[in-house]
Structures are given as C-alpha cells and as structure tokens.
C-alpha cells in the first residue's frame, strides 16, 4: 500500500507542465521547434539506462546521457545503491511517457530491476536547441525499495506545507492569468524563474479569471524538500504544474520549478 501511494505521487510530480502545454497547444502557441520535435522516448531511455548503471556503481553522474548538471547533482547527493544491496545487473524493464506531441515538455516513469528488487524514478524533459534533455530527477526511495516487504507507511507531509503549497499554487496561477498584479511570494530561485519567464505558465494567455484549487500531490519528502503537484481551475480550463517546496528560516517555501521553461 505505501509502495502504491509512493508511486501515485511521483506520477504527480511527472505531470509537470503537462496540462500547461496542452493550454498552450489549444491556444495556438506552439513554437515551431516544438511542432519539430521528436518523441522523448529515445532520449528517457537512454537516461534510464545511464542512470541504472550509475546506480550500480558502473558509471560516475557526470556520465548521466543527455542531463543537466542540476539532475547529475541530484543523482551525487543520493549515491549508487549499497554494494551489499546490489543483485546483479539493473535492467530498464518499464517507460513509462507522459508527453503531448507539439509540446517542449515530457515526464517519464522508469522501472529498472535486478534479480531482486525494483527500482522506479521520474524524470522531467524539455526540448533545447534540437534536442531533448533530461532537466530534473526524482530518484528512487532506495530506503522504500530495499525494505523486505515495503510494509512501511510512506512518510506524511506536514499540514504547514499542505497550507504553503497551497496557498502559493493559487498566487502564482492567478498572477500568470492576470487577475493578481504580483508575483507570489517564494525564495529568490524560484522568483528569478518567473522574473525571466522560465516558469511553467510563462506562455498562458491571461483570462484573468480568479483560479481554484482542484487538487494538490506530493512527491515523497526528502529532509526538508518535497515537490508540490497542484491543479488549478479558471473558468473551465484545468492548469497543472509543480513546485520545490523547502524549508527554510523555520517555514515552507516556495524554492524552485523542476526545470522550467527556457
């Protein structure tokens, strides 16, 4: 069951931008690099194949295919798996995409196994300069996935980052629809990516409409960050991106969007 809800909650966070580009498509703002992009596929596979073999040890972060330095980072500051853990070789066995053809963004799900265990991570994509590259990572629970029967409940997330998330999710899309005049409050990363118009609504067409919380998901925590998954509604038309919540000066705050828009 907790397994269950783990992955439920990383397929949350996969959705990142998603229903923000098909907002996009629909309303004719495609660009012409991304009316020429190729599937992801290719290039999450080739990730996921990098990264299993990091993983085991085989491979250093800086050898993760077509990734950022920001997801090598993520990749270093979790470490391969035990060697006492370790069953033989990692084999990707799943991908699965989350993409809308015409769109600058992709999310994947990946499965990798040894002779014992199963391993899953996300991974967010966007398409620079003719190519796809891999712009953020959720690695997996290694704690979660090599517990014996995964019996433990998934960790809870506290109700003051239920209030911050929530309450930053709905400043940030009414000020991306016009009807809020200033930005939302949040750490300097994450306010430099709406100043630059690198965030995941950058390129919504202001209805200026006061949007509501439709729902809210959460990755799994880690220390004092989690990501924030939340969809919003304004006059019919659903939004969904995600956020880096941290905890910082003694409350949740916004931090950052998972590789934003460039």
């Known amino acids: 069951m907790g397994l269950r809800l783990r992955l439920d909650a990383l397929l949350a966070v996969l959705l990142v931008g998603l229903l923000a580009t098909v907002f996009a498509v629909s309303r004719g703002s495609t660009s012409s690099s991304a009316a020429a992009a190729p599937s992801p596929l290719a290039s999450a596979s080739a990730f996921g194949r990098s990264y299993l073999g990091y993983l085991t040890g085989a491979a250093s972060s800086s050898d993760l295919a077509g990734s950022t330095q920001q997801v090598q980072a993520i990749a270093a500051g979790l470490g391969p798996i035990p060697s006492p853990a370790r069953a033989g070789q990692l084999r990707l ?15 994947a799900l990946l499965t990798g196994q040894d002779r014992r265990h199963s391993y899953r991570f996300g991974i967010n994509l966007g398409y620079h300069d003719g190519r796809w590259e891999v712009v953020y990572l959720v690695p997996p629970d290694l704690a979660m996935d090599l517990a014996p029967h995964h019996t433990s409940p998934p960790p809870s997330i506290p109700a003051s980052a239920h209030i911050a998330a929530a309450r930053f999710a709905l400043a940030y899309a009414a000020f991306r629809e016009g009807s809020a005049g200033s930005p939302p409050p949040g750490l300097p990363p994450i306010l430099g990516q709406i100043r630059s118009g690198s965030d995941p609504l950058a390129s919504a067409s202001p209805r200026h409409v006061r949007p509501t919380l439709v729902s809210l998901g959460f990755g799994p925590p880690n220390g004092g960050v989690v990501v924030a998954a939340p969809t919003v509604t304004d006059a019919g038309q659903r939004l969904s991106f ?3 919540l941290k905890l910082a000066g003694g409350r949740w705050q916004a931090w950052e969007f998972p590789g934003g828009a460039r």
């Open 93 to 107: 066995t799943g991908v699965q995409l989350r993409y809308v053809r015409g769109t600058t963004s992709a999310g």
């Open 242 to 244: 995600s956020f880096v």
